[in-house]
């Protein structure tokens, strides 16, 4: 089975602190995603990543960079945390499109609950 | 007007009872995606469809490309279904997914 983990389920960071949230997956797919999900706004998407050292931006990266130095690892960081930042973050991965492929579906993580006081 | 729309936002079922999800998109896709999401956060992949028809045990997805819909029944449903049960929609090759807001589903003893 494809298993997404997120490092931390709960943290409480201050304002200002400099947070990072960790993804690793084991199935080697070659595309990651962050996204955050506030309650009414679903999931939106704040970066992926389509191979290692490559990203781009999603619908709301202000405020967030990322950084995939290996293949199974994508890292989420907040460089200042802010209050408005406090969300619930899903990391996922997706294998590249092939030819054919029985299922190019999409794996997520657990989820981590960021909370900035 | 949101690019993909679910129906209902609310759904509270009896134990045993035929429900459906509906989710309605506006744009041109390559594939949709059912999701499921438990209380806790997280999500699991139920379905991927392009076209026609899937089921898997008492869940069936369904897509109408033309009239750019599907559906997601749940047979003789179940106090463990109750979940937040996501549409979302990827628009040709991009590595983007549109979510729709979820449908809160709460099946009674």
């Known amino acids: 089975d494809v298993k997404v983990t997120q490092s931390s389920r709960y943290l409480v960071k201050r304002t200002g602190e400099k947070v990072f949230l960790e993804c690793v997956q084991d199935m080697d797919h070659e595309n990651m995603f962050w996204y955050r999900q506030d309650p009414g706004l679903g999931l939106r998407l704040i970066y992926f990543?389509?191979?290692?050292?490559?990203?781009e931006k999603g619908d709301i990266p202000e405020g967030y960079s990322v950084s995939r130095e290996k293949k199974e690892r994508f890292s989420l960081i907040l460089e200042s945390a802010s209050t408005n930042q406090t969300s619930m973050y899903l990391c996922a991965s997706r294998p590249r499109d092939r030819a054919y492929r029985s299922g190019n579906t999409i794996y997520f993580g657990e989820g981590s609950w960021l909370t900035v006081v | 007007k949101n690019e993909v729309e679910q129906s209902p936002q609310n759904l509270t079922a009896q134990e045993g009872e035929f429900i459906t999800i509906n989710c309605s998109y506006s744009v041109g896709i390559s594939a949709l995606h059912w999701l499921q999401q438990h209380p806790g956060g997280g999500i699991v992949s139920l379905f991927m469809l392009s076209s026609g028809k899937k089921k898997h045990g008492r869940l069936i997805a369904t897509i109408n490309i033309q009239e750019k819909h599907s559906s997601l029944h749940i047979t003789a449903s179940h106090p463990r279904d109750s979940a937040v049960y996501i549409c979302?929609?990827?628009?040709?090759?991009?590595?983007?997914?549109?979510f729709g807001t979820g449908t809160l589903l709460a099946v009674q003893p």
């Open positions: 979302a929609v990827r628009r040709g090759a991009t590595n983007k997914l549109i």
């Open positions: 990543s389509y191979d290692v050292k490559m990203k």
